[in-house]
């Protein structure tokens, strides 16, 4: 069982930057992939970055130059900086994982972007 807990999300303006936290409760972080996702209301959760074990990393279009995934394996988390945050970047964003075929997510934390 593998317990994501995510942290940092809050109310930016337009231009603002935020840092995202996900601490994972896992014993194999270092070997698993991490990723980001979101959701915004009324949409489907959408993927937005992913680091993986070799600290490879892949951003969706829409945040690349803006956000940057990176990972820390001593404190098993994994981090997501967004800079230039724009309105349609306000979404509930989630950390994600999957060890020995099972998927595990975390509750999410809500990001604001509005003037």
């Known amino acids: 069982q593998v317990q994501l807990v995510e942290s940092g999300g809050g109310l930016v303006q337009p231009g603002g930057s935020l840092r995202l936290s996900c601490v994972s409760s896992g014993t194999s972080f270092s070997v698993n992939a991490m990723a980001w996702y979101r959701q915004s209301p009324g949409k489907q959760r959408e993927l937005v970055a992913t680091i993986s074990s070799g600290y490879n990393t892949f951003y969706v279009d829409s945040v690349k130059g803006r956000f940057t995934i990176t990972r820390d394996n001593a404190k098993k988390s994994v981090d997501l900086q967004m800079n230039s945050l724009k309105t349609e970047d306000t979404a509930v964003y989630y950390c994600?994982?999957?060890?020995?075929?099972?998927?595990?997510w975390g509750k999410g934390t809500l990001v604001t972007v509005s003037s």
């Open positions: 994600h994982t999957s060890s020995l075929g099972i998927d595990y």
